[in-house]
């Protein structure tokens, strides 16, 4: 499966969720997640989608790491199995 089918279906989800899944760049700062993950009652995080078994690249790491340190979630998709329980994650968050 490529990247692109499993951020559609991601997206795809997102949206039967109630949600947003919009795409996120930012000149200037390489290495941002892909997606951003924006569900009803404020629920937000940031996803990095993969090709299966494909890796984020250190720059990516490094950028995922600031994130988390800053209090956002962040995931790595690379399985459209993942997407459900994901979804939920971010849906129970606090």
């Known amino acids: 499966m490529r990247e692109k ?12 969720a109630g949600g947003l899944a919009v795409k ?8 941002v997640p892909d ?9 937000m995080a940031f996803v990095e989608v993969k090709a299966p078994g494909k890796k984020p690249r250190p720059l990516q ?7 988390r340190k ?3 979630k962040v995931y790595v998709l690379d ?7 994901m979804i939920d994650e ?3 968050s606090v």
């Not at 996120?24 to 290495?31: K, R």
């Not at 399985?79 to 329980?85: L, M, N, T």
């Open 24 to 31: 996120f760049t930012s000149p200037g700062f390489d290495g």
């Open 5 to 16: 089918t499993i951020e559609q279906k991601f997206r795809a989800a997102v949206r039967d």
């Open 61 to 67: 790491l490094a950028r995922h790491r600031l994130l």
């Open 90 to 92: 971010i849906k129970n």
């Open 35 to 43: 997606r951003l993950a924006l569900l009803p009652d404020g629920k």
């Open 70 to 72: 800053l209090g956002f």
């Open 79 to 85: 399985d459209e199995s993942q997407i459900g329980g």
